[in-house]
């Protein structure tokens, strides 16, 4: 069975720094592109970026809101990818999801985590 | 202001038929694959198309994805009133190059 485990989230104040974790099992990590997608308060779905898995490169890309402020890593021996956000703001106050089809070609995320929370408030 | 439109609501009556159409451009939804998918109140996202018209295993064929040129829909049919939800439509950018989602279409089931 698929799981995604987020943990890290908290309440940090505007221009703090914070690192998020999701932890993977029931697929084989090392093949999957991860992502995150995020949500604010009774607000839509926002993709925030992805990390490609080594063998495809291993880089990472974000949306435009992020860019330069957000950074995605992955350490393939613990099956878990983090996301560092830095130089926050109040509107990334949100659910964090972490997301993945794991090894399916194509599109979409077959599978979401249950998310962690992120406040960003003075 | 999403990149992906969807209207913000429908609405139909048990055992009816909905559309939920989501609209792109060229750089989005005419060339990359669209996925679907369903939000409960208070839980995560779940997968119900992926391919612009393939089901996951365990989606019910009540849920049909369909694309033409720069538009999408969903269709789901015989409505109960557990499909009351959350519905996103997702894509890749190829202008942006990132993800993008629709602002989401809230299904209420009369």
């Known amino acids: 069975e698929v799981q995604l485990v987020e943990s890290g989230g908290g309440l940090v104040k505007p221009g703090g720094s914070l690192t998020i974790s999701c932890t993977a099992s029931?697929?084989?990590?090392?093949?999957?592109?991860m992502s995150w997608v995020r949500q604010a308060p009774g607000k839509g779905l926002e993709w925030v970026g992805r990390?490609?898995?080594?063998?495809?490169?291993?880089?990472?890309g974000y949306a435009a809101a992020v860019n330069g402020r957000f950074t995605m890593s992955r350490d393939d021996s613990k099956n878990t990818v983090y996301l560092q956000l830095n130089g926050l703001e109040t509107d990334d106050t949100a659910v964090y999801y972490c997301?993945?089809?794991?090894?399916?070609?194509?599109?979409?995320?077959?599978?979401w985590g249950q998310g962690t929370l992120v406040t960003v408030s003075s | 202001q999403s990149v992906l439109a969807q209207p913000p609501s429908v609405s139909a009556a048990p055992g009816q038929k909905v559309i939920i159409s989501c609209s792109g451009s060229?750089?989005?939804?005419?060339?990359?694959?669209v996925s679907w998918y369903q939000q409960l109140p208070g839980s995560a996202p779940k997968l119900l198309i992926y391919?612009?018209?393939k089901r996951p295993s365990g989606i019910p064929d009540r849920f049909s994805g369909s694309k033409s040129g720069t538009s999408a829909t969903l269709a789901i049919t015989g409505l109960q009133t557990g499909d009351e939800a959350d519905y996103y439509c997702?894509?890749?950018?190829?202008?942006?190059?990132?993800?993008?989602f629709g602002g989401g279409t809230k299904l209420t089931v009369l």
């Open positions: 997702g894509t890749w950018d190829r202008s942006l190059t990132a993800g993008v």
């Open positions: 997301a993945t089809r794991a090894t399916r070609v194509g599109g979409g995320f077959d599978y």
């Open positions: 990390i490609k898995s080594k063998a495809d490169g291993g880089t990472a």
């Open positions: 029931g697929f084989t990590f090392i093949n999957a592109w």
């Open positions: 391919d612009n018209d």
């Open positions: 060229s750089s989005n939804v005419e060339k990359n694959f």
